[in-house]
């Protein structure tokens, strides 16, 4: 499978809105970027994909769960109904409470099956209570959704627990993953069936505490913690002021240092660029000359800022690579991008310990700790071009 920072990139970033703003792209649009252009076979008629929801917390029963499929279809906001069929999100919807309520109810007992329409979005799950979404008009006077921001105290969702796994589904396959970007709630595993039989996010017996204990045992990180509810990334986290903004500027300041005299070497699938830093920028050669001004801490964590990664082909994929190795705090031990060997990630005491945790929780240790966690294939991701059928099964707490 290439690797994801080695395809475009146009379209990976996270696209909700922060504090839960309204969004014409829900984040899954982020998933399989080749895979998202128009494509003619996304309608409503185009055959289903299996989706079985398994509820093995061992804490809630099928009851006190609901999920919710909402996202984007051919530039449409969209959300999925119960019996499976694609209906657009209309400001109608809104109750009297001023929300919708688009929750899917769980089977009685044992699994949940639902058909799966081709689309672009994110599989919410609630967990105790059920998730307050708002039909809103867009900038281009279009019906949108406000998503839950759990990371946002003001947000009316902020005490419910829940989480989400993203996906692209259309005619080219299944793209999808769990993901921890935002934030670290629910454990969520999908097992996705086709030309492969595979499975990823599944979190280890005890990993959900291990995380949290994992958090709170660093001072700058333990303020992320919101109860036994989720743990917050650290990048909300610092615009949440609940984060110190120049946590990483030590890292970065030495990366700088030190790159100053000698070179490093960053290879895509465009070729091998060698960068050093000249007038405070890192200023790469190669296949095209690409450079970046001193990233923030906010620019690392949220792989933006002065790492954006445009859809070039070359700054894009230099900038993921390069946002990688300051979260993974490989930058300075490695003068060769990407390192591949996972031991030498998060050794430093100055380091991403949120990205850190949530690895260490899953049992093949992959996560979606930050946006480029995806660099040399650590992500939470999978796909099929031939998907016969995908399983979400909430595990144990």
Known sequence: MTPRHQRPLARRKLLLALGGAAVAIPAAAALAPYALADDPDTGATAAPLPLTVVNDTGTFGNAEIHLYIVGNQDGRQVRVTPDGTLALIALSDNGADGFTDYAISLAAGGETRLDLPHMSGRIYVALGGKLKFKAVTDGAG??????????????????????????????????????????????????????????????????????????????????????????????????????????????????????????????????????????????????????????????????????????????????AILGAALNRSTALSSPTQPTTDPATFYTTPLTNHYAKAVHAATEDGRAYGFAFDDVADFASYIQDTAPTGIRLTLTSF
């Open 142 to 319: 279009n019906a949108a959704l406000q998503y839950p921001a759990g990371w946002v105290e003001s947000d009316p969702n902020y005490g419910v627990l829940h989480d989400c796994a993203e996906f692209t589904y259309n005619s080219a396959g299944m793209f999808c993953n769990t993901t921890m970007v935002d934030m670290f709630s629910v454990p969520l595993a999908i097992r996705l069936t086709g030309a492969k039989d595979q499975t990823t996010g599944t979190v280890r017996p005890g990993g959900r505490a291990a995380v949290f204990d994992a958090i709170r045992g660093v001072e700058e990180f333990a303020p992320l913690i919101v109860d036994d509810t989720r743990v917050i990334a650290p990048g909300h986290g610092l615009d949440a002021g609940l984060f110190p903004e120049d946590y990483l500027a030590p890292y970065i300041d030495e990366v700088w240092s030190t790159y100053t005299g000698r070179d490093l070497t960053v290879t895509t699938n465009a070729g091998t660029f060698t960068g050093r830093v000249r007038g405070e920028r890192l200023v790469f050669d190669g296949p095209a000359q690409v450079s970046f001004a001193k990233p923030s801490t906010r620019d690392v964590l949220f792989c933006d800022g002065n790492l954006a990664a445009p859809n070039d082909g070359t700054t894009g994929p230099v900038a």
